[in-house]
């Protein structure tokens, strides 16, 4: 069940500072947004049980590590049932590979982010997870040459009086 949650300049300017660094401290973070520290952890806390910050994550570098072949997937599906659907969804959650699965609109049923060492660590996930599904009708692959920009942070308005938003708790 989702529900409205209003989010002033304050929380704003939290939300846009801690996405730049979620390791500041309180007291400098309270400092940049002009609040007593006090009120800046009852201001974190209320945006954590509201759900507007889900996680609080350190972003990894997967090219750092030697993951060196980001595949995107599109999928279509032999059999489009929702007991069908949340099984190849369910499926797609358990495997390391798949960085992200959307469900979308268009010619194909799924979208994929997947991120792996090579070429042959791709034919293997491949073989063992899309292949192997026995309800995938087509897929199609794309490799990306380039990575323009990548960004995860949602930029917030800090002037505007107060927006609301929709959160699941």
């Known amino acids: 069940m989702s529900k409205n949650h209003t ?8 939300l846009n500072l801690l996405q730049r660094d979620n390791q500041m401290p309180t007291r400098t973070l309270a400092d940049k947004a002009h609040i007593s520290q006090p009120t800046c952890l009852r201001r974190l806390r209320d945006l954590r049980e509201a759900g507007v910050i889900s996680a609080d994550v350190s972003l990894v570098d997967p090219f750092a590590l030697g993951y060196g072949m980001l595949a995107f ?4 599906l032999n059999n489009q049932s929702d007991e069908q659907m949340q099984e190849f969804e369910l499926r797609m959650n ?3 590979e798949v ?17 792996v ?10 073989r063992r997870v899309i292949s192997g ?22 930029a917030f308005d800090e002037k505007a009086a107060a927006i609301q938003v929709r959160v699941a708790k």
């Open 94 to 96: 358990k495997e390391v």
């Open 133 to 154: 599904s026995g309800n995938v009708r087509h897929f199609q692959s794309r490799f990306p040459m380039k990575r323009a920009k990548f960004v995860t942070r949602v």
């Open 73 to 76: 997937l599109e999928i279509s």
């Open 7 to 14: 989010l002033d300049k304050v929380d704003r300017k939290l």
């Open 99 to 115: 960085m992200q699965c959307y469900f979308v609109s268009g010619d194909y049923d799924y979208f994929l982010v997947v991120h």
């Open 117 to 126: 060492i090579d070429m042959d660590a791709y034919y293997q996930f491949v």
